[in-house]
């Protein structure tokens, strides 16, 4: 079956149970997916449920669609979401951010738990994404392309939508959280790297190592979607002073930064301007 046609069918079911026309699309990443807890006059749809969706496999990752309206702004919330390293090829990966856009987004806040590469960065901060470096190994758009969709060969000079991270950074200060910037690194995982590994993306130009987000952002610059990208710094990853990390790990710090993550998005949500 034709990738547009999946989307389609997709859409058009999750359309049959809602009444509203979601205008922000949200990723919930790792120990963050409470924040759709917040949504308000929600419909709850479980990913197995939604026609050619993948489940998501991850502890941490709840599995569901949720709708409804968040500070005054109608969303539609990914509680978990899908990773390269869980087998799922890129396009799977990707099918959600294509229906979110079909049901009608116009902004995607997409969100992470990450290492922190740049030493200026503590182990619980929040990063404003303002580029990435895609080190995955593959692309969501390799195969035919469908101009439905979007370009076949998509800009990424402003994949993040420059606007938006002044935009952020200006709402983190009026709600005193303090914020860093900087580059995401996204590789396939699902090991952490070596030493040498993160001390060559740091080299690179990377501030921030993560499992996710890129082929998301990728797509989203194919269908024209504006994009904000906020990580969640859950340990320290420099190569030459590098000690040993679990899951559990990076789930406990994220779970200690959710008030002022929960705090900043639902503000973002609140005052940002859409056309």
Do not use: W
Not at 218 to 234: D, E, Q
Not at 241 to 263: D, R
């Amino acid at each position: 079956m034709e990738q547009l046609q999946k989307i389609n069918e997709a859409a058009s079911y999750i359309n049959d149970k809602i009444s509203v026309k979601p205008r922000v699309a949200l990723i919930l990443g790792s120990g963050l997916g409470d924040l759709a807890n917040e949504i308000e006059q929600a419909i709850q749809i479980p990913y197995e449920d939604i026609p050619h969706f993948p489940v998501s496999t991850v502890e941490g990752h709840a599995g569901q669609l949720v709708i409804g309206e968040l500070n005054g702004q109608n969303v539609v919330a990914m509680q978990g979401r899908f990773h390269y390293y869980e087998g799922y090829s890129m396009q799977d990966v990707v099918f959600p951010v294509y229906v979110m856009k079909q049901l009608g987004a116009e902004l995607l806040v997409v969100t992470n738990a990450c290492g922190g590469m740049n030493r200026s960065f503590a182990a619980g901060d929040l990063m404003l994404i303002t580029d990435h470096i895609n080190f995955t190994g593959d692309n969501p758009l390799i195969g035919r392309n469908h101009a439905d969709l979007g370009p076949r060969f998509p800009d990424m000079s402003q994949a993040y939508t420059p606007e938006l991270v002044q935009f952020a950074e200006t709402v983190a200060a009026d709600l005193n959280i303090q914020v860093q910037k900087g580059v995401y690194a996204g590789i396939s995982g699902p090991t952490y790297m070596t030493p040498a590994e993160l001390t060559m993306l740091a080299n690179l130009g990377g501030d921030a190592v993560g499992m996710s987000t890129v082929p998301e952002v990728i797509v989203a610059s194919h269908c024209g979607l504006k994009v904000l990208g906020i990580s969640c710094v859950t340990d320290m990853a420099i190569g030459s002073e590098l000690e040993p990390l679990t899951h559990e790990q990076v789930v406990a710090v994220a779970n200690q930064t959710k008030p002022k993550f929960i705090q900043l998005v639902k503000e973002l949500v609140k005052r940002v301007e859409l056309t």
